[in-house]
């Protein structure tokens, strides 16, 4: 009787490398030739008449991608017959062991199929990625597994930068763009202008706006606000980039930036970080407010003069940074309440308003600050071991069932800070609606990733996930600002706009 499947033992790498159809055929002969030899010649002749149909010859170039596979009668390419004419078989690979990326790339991929070719080339890309950093970066620990990682903004323009002459403006510009951290920069912008949008402006709601001349959003100082943040959030990544230069080159995403490469000096990198915080802060204090001009120093000096020194010392670095996230949607939404405060406009009306006003931008800014975490620990997660050999204490490494249960509890925030803009009047109620289904699908891939610590694919789920769940969440609160479609019926339709006064005198009248 045929023992059953599981009780089979294959080799290693045997049932991973191979196809299912090909599965079936080895664990059908490995189950052959484990059955005890039948005595009587006429079960013999019964058992060799039921046994299984002569295999069909399969192409030679079928298994050229699964080197640990020794099939009988076979040549795979490459491989020299043996004099007896029979094919030489492949020895067995063992499954811990590291390949040689010099060895391990195919000659030719003429014989494969398509999606075969196409794996292999993304696998020598990879590969010569690799050597190519190593051979630039001598005595650096090797890489981990960073695939699912976006490339560094920085690292790229630095690229763009070399490929042109030494004394060309166009490599200069490209360089001292690459230490603004392009990406990083704007999505601190973006994190300042839409609480300014959402502002909940009380002139749009009077219907003597445009008589009286009441006080509204101006572009103009939504101009200064973009311009003064995209200056300030240059001038601190400039000097992170000024601190931690030994600690960039032995990390795989950063070992390309532009001090790294010396691509510029040190003394132009100090004269760009210094005259971008100069210009931004001088630009929010007299294009915004004093309050919006002072959280914008306040974030360069938590940037540079905490969050980056403290990634060597502690942990503690990761809710740091995330205070410096923080702060732009206050600098937005302070921006808006200064157009129209009706006192003096300091940061006590702007951040603290006694009627609960300032509530919306504070939970705009728990809303940022909350989102670095399942943001950044399965980011931080996947380069764990770089990290570590570069002495920056991260809590990837240093407690990693702590760092998924981390991004695991501020997944779970996001409801309650999606029902509180609705509860003080930023949005309408849909959208504690609307946000749900994108909030729920960030808290099941923090669970994923707490349950599997970051193993099974879980950090490159949750990553990609927060990189779409905060523009989502804008937009749906963007689209159903409070008010807004009532407005724009009643424009469409030419309905009347009544305050509260003459609603009063109607129901006097009744």
């Not at 699912?148 to 166009?170: E, F, G, N, V």
């Not at 006192?343 to 006694?354: S, Y």
């Not at 609705?422 to 949005?427: Q, R, Y």
């Amino acid at each position: 009787m045929r023992p059953p499947i599981s009780t089979i033992r294959t080799r290693p790498s045997v049932v991973e490398d191979v196809c299912w159809r090909c599965t079936q055929l080895q664990l059908a002969r490995l189950a052959n030739s484990r059955l005890q030899p039948l005595r009587s010649g006429a079960r013999r002749f019964f058992a060799r008449s039921s046994s299984l149909p002569p295999r069909k010859s399969v192409a030679s170039d079928y298994f050229v991608s699964n080197p640990s596979q020794n099939v009988r009668g076979l040549q795979t390419s490459g491989s020299p017959a043996s004099p007896g004419g029979q094919a030489s078989q492949a020895a067995p690979l063992n499954a811990d062991a590291t390949p040689d990326p010099a060895t391990t790339l195919p000659h030719s991929n003429d014989g494969l199929l398509p999606h075969r070719r196409r794996q292999a080339a993304r696998r020598n890309a990879a590969i010569a990625q690799q050597l190519a950093a190593g051979s630039s970066g001598a005595g650096s620990p090797a890489p981990t597994d960073t695939t699912h990682l976006p490339p560094d903004a920085s690292s790229l323009l630095a690229a763009a930068a070399a490929q042109h002459p030494a004394d060309s403006l166009r490599r200069k510009l490209s360089a001292l763009l690459s230490l603004s951290k392009p990406r990083l920069t704007v999505l601190v912008v973006l994190s300042a202008m839409v609480p300014y949008a959402l502002y909940p402006v009380p002139a749009f709601l009077s219907p003597t706006a445009l008589v009286d001349a009441a006080p509204s959003l101006s572009p103009l100082t939504l101009l200064f606000l973009t311009t003064g943040t995209t200056l300030c959030s240059a001038a601190a990544n400039a000097l992170n980039m000024l601190y931690e230069p030994d600690t960039d080159s032995k990390m795989s995403r950063t070992r390309t930036r532009p001090l790294v490469r010396k691509l510029l000096t040190t003394r132009a990198a100090v004269l760009f970080a210094i005259g971008c915080s100069i210009t931004g802060s001088v630009a929010l204090y007299f294009g915004v407010n004093p309050t919006v001009s002072f959280l914008g120093a306040l974030n360069i000096a938590l940037y540079a003069g905490a969050y980056t020194p403290l990634k060597r010392i502690s942990a503690v670095n990761t809710w740091v940074g995330a205070v410096v996230g923080g702060i732009p949607p206050l600098m937005g939404w302070a921006a808006a309440a200064g157009e129209s405060a009706t006192a003096d406009g300091g940061w006590r009306e702007l951040l603290f308003a006694v009627d609960g006003s300032s509530f919306g931008g504070w939970l705009f800014a728990g809303l940022l600050f909350a989102w670095q975490f399942p943001h950044f620990m399965p980011l931080s997660w996947g380069i764990r071991e770089e990290y570590k050999a570069a002495g920056l204490r991260m809590l990837c490494w240093v407690n990693p069932a702590r760092n998924a249960r981390v991004a695991l509890r501020y997944s779970l925030a996001f409801i309650p800070l999606c029902v509180g803009l609705c509860a003080v009047g930023v949005t309408e109620w849909s959208f504690a609606v609307t946000s749900l289904p994108v909030n729920l699908w960030l808290v099941r891939e923090a669970v994923k990733f707490w349950r599997h610590e970051g193993h099974k694919g879980s950090a490159r789920s949750l990553f990609w996930a927060s990189v779409w769940h905060l523009p989502v969440v804008m937009v749906f609160a963007l689209a159903q600002k409070k008010g807004m479609w009532q407005r724009v019926w009643r424009s469409v339709t030419g309905e009347p706009v009544m305050d509260e006064d003459d609603e009063g005198e109607w129901e006097d009248e009744d």
